[in-house]
């Protein structure tokens, strides 16, 4: 037994059994300097980046003293984004399978408020939501704070970025004074130690360096001309070949134009800024994440809160003139052991920002030339998957294992030529291998009564589609 060992802290057997079976043996920095103070009861303020670990942190210490038995909001956790509350919420059911029949809630904007409601008068154990969609529930009285013993604000950064302060405010004084407040954030500038400092008290303080392992990513730097960026992008892109890769621009409007430029140049590349659609960026991410879109094209804001498993590669379009920003950008490549690459493009007025990298990292950058790739005579892969879109979901009580039938059935699939499964309220997104795809979409709708654009799925015809073509 070591010190980092899960089953060295006060864990029942039963919850450190389950924590074996989902792959935690060795705590993580952030785990191991946090868990045994959480555990504890202790307030925290927890410096860490996305992807350390963070969510089990919180998570266990919420799950240790929770009562099952007592259906009453005992927990409430705080996101920016609702990608990433659901993210959590998954996670904290996965962590609760062994301590009984726990209700984790997810309240995010983007949703119907009804269900959500119709949901709270049933119960829950843990919520885990967005700030402007919880304070809408406080002021309903749809939602109870006053039994919570476990606060958690999670990449409060974010949220004070986002202009959510007065609502986290608000929040937090729904719930009782006397309540465990653990805050997550990648940093903790002043003004947010200021503005946080009444929801916590006498806090334990842990750093986890914002460091990256050099050996897990490859970093290299770019100089550029001032206008021929969108050119570099697709050079980057045909030369290094990722299969998945974000690349980030500071604004927008750089976004769509570079969207546009990729696309023209044959490359699977999607936008995601701010101002989407809840429902387009859904779809989106869906595509993004299921392998049906190669590039996602995004803004720091836009970006914040996803987790993207097995992304192969980083672009930055421009250097970030925020260090912070930058070293979050590269973190988001080369996790769980998997080797990442950030590519950074530099004009000649960035290099000022490139020196305060360096000084950031304790070391100087790698520069490369790009006219040392490969030419513009590069073939450009399609995206490795289609999304095939079918019109009933969730409501309709289709399953993933429902689609899969299908697809393995009628459709003379094989398990591995069918990717994720993602079933939403109204509609189910699947990803289908490309090259079996319009086959496999064909035999679904050979002899349909309906006629085109219908399949059967669980005895029943839905309208299909494709997207992400």
Known sequence: ??????????????????????????????????????????????????????TAAFGIGILHKLNPAWFAVQALVLCPTRELADQVAGELRRLARSTGNVKVLVL??????????????????????????????LGRNTLDLSKVSTLV???????????????????????PKRRQTLLFSATYPDDIRRATDDFLVDPIEVTVEAQHDNSQIEQLFFEIGFDNRNDAVARLLGHYKPVSAIAFCNTKVQCRELVESLQQKGFSA?????????????EILILFANRSCSVLVATDVAARGLDIPNLEAVINVDVSKDTEVHIHRVGRTGRGGEQGMALSLCAPNEKKWVKL???????????????????????????PMMTL???GGKKDKLRPGDVLGALTGDAGLSKEQVGKINVTEFQTYVAIDRRVAYDAYARLNKGNPLGGDFGAFKGRNFKMRFIGE
């Open 1 to 54: 037994m070591t010190s980092t060992a899960f089953s060295s802290l006060p864990l029942n057997p039963a919850f450190l059994d389950n924590l074996d079976s989902l792959g935690y043996k060795e705590m993580t920095t952030i785990q191991a300097q946090s868990l045994p103070s959480v555990l504890e009861g202790r307030d925290l303020i927890a410096q860490a980046k996305t992807g350390s670990g963070k």
């Open 108 to 137: 995010t904007g983007g949703s119907p408020m009804r269900p959500q409601i119709a949901s709270l008068e049933h119960g829950a154990h843990i919520i885990v939501g967005t700030p402007g969609r919880v304070r809408d529930h």
């Open 153 to 175: 604000l999670d990449e409060a950064d974010r949220m004070t970025d986002m202009g959510f302060y007065d609502e986290i405010a608000g929040i937090v004084s729904a719930c």
């Open 270 to 282: 999607l936008a995601l800024y701010g101002e989407l659609e809840q429902r387009e960026r859904d």
């Open 357 to 383: 990298i360096e000084e950031y990292q304790g070391q100087p950058v790698e520069w490369f030339d790009l006219d040392s790739l490969d030419e513009n005579d590069y073939g450009v892969d399609p995206a």
């Open 389 to 391: 879109v079918i019109s």
